[in-house]
Structures are given as structure tokens and as C-alpha cells.
């Protein structure tokens, strides 16, 4: 009985193509967990900045833009490394009523990459995302 010539190197090249593979599936499981941590710092931030342009103070939009964000990415499921850093730009409280004005809110969380194992993509991503909404044109503002 006599092999056929093509079954040569096979378990070679099994060897050889298997971990490609395996670092193909990882990146592309990685690729998709940043996408999803980022779709998912956006939407906080724009609950955020919902949130506080329908505050009365600029003090009161920053604390309900910072409440809305951490527990907005906690509903949703995405495990920042520390606390997520929430900037917000409320200067529009300071302009009187009848002036166009919009808070601006901005979200900065860290995304661990360890738990894939793969060699050179561990650590963390930093993912940023910022959102503006108006404040009631007419609505008094105090500052």
C-alpha cells in the first residue's frame, strides 16, 4: 500500500496554520469588543448631556451628567479600569435666556483587553466619547 504524495506535510501544515487562525479569531474578538465599548461610551454621553441640559444650574448639570454617565455604562454592561473620567462644559448656564446655549458632556473610560490572552493586544484601550445637547432657549437659567 502506498500513500498518496499529497498527504505529505499536512500535519505541518496544520501546525503551522492553526495558531494564524486562532490570532485571526482573537483579533477580530478584540476589534469587536473595542467597537462595542465605544458604541457604548457614546450613548452614555449622550444620556449625560441629556440629562444635564434639562438641570436648572450648571452645578446641578455637572452632577446629573456624571450620575447619568457611570450609571448609564454600568447598565449597559462595560466594566471601566478605574472610574470613567466624565468632562462637562456647562458655561451655557451662564448666558441668559433667549440665547441659544448647549451643555457638552464628554466620557473617558478605559477598556481592559487581558481576558483574550493573545500576545501583543492585552491591556488597556482608552475609549473617548463627547455629545452636546441644547438647553431650552427660553427657559431661565441660574448659574
Known sequence: MTRDGSDRGAVLEQVIIT???LLLVGIIIAGGRISFAHEKVEL???????AASIA????QAAADARVTAEQNLI?????????????TDVAGFML???????????????????ALLLPGIGGTRVITA????PIDTFRERAR
Do not use: Q
Not at 44 to 50: L, P, Q, T
Not at 97 to 113: F, N, W
Not at 130 to 133: D, K, L, R, Y
Open 96 to 114: 441668559p435666556p433667549g440665547k441659544l446655549a448647549s451643555v457638552t458632556i464628554g466620557i473617558t473610560c478605559a477598556v481592559s483587553l487581558d
Open 44 to 50: 452614555a454621553a449622550f444620556a449625560a448631556a441629556r
Open 56 to 59: 436648572r444650574t450648571g452645578i
Open 19 to 21: 495558531p494564524v487562525v
Open 75 to 87: 447598565a449597559r454592561g462595560l466594566d471601566c479600569v478605574g472610574a470613567p473620567t466624565v468632562t
Open 130 to 133: 463627547s455629545a452636546t445637547s
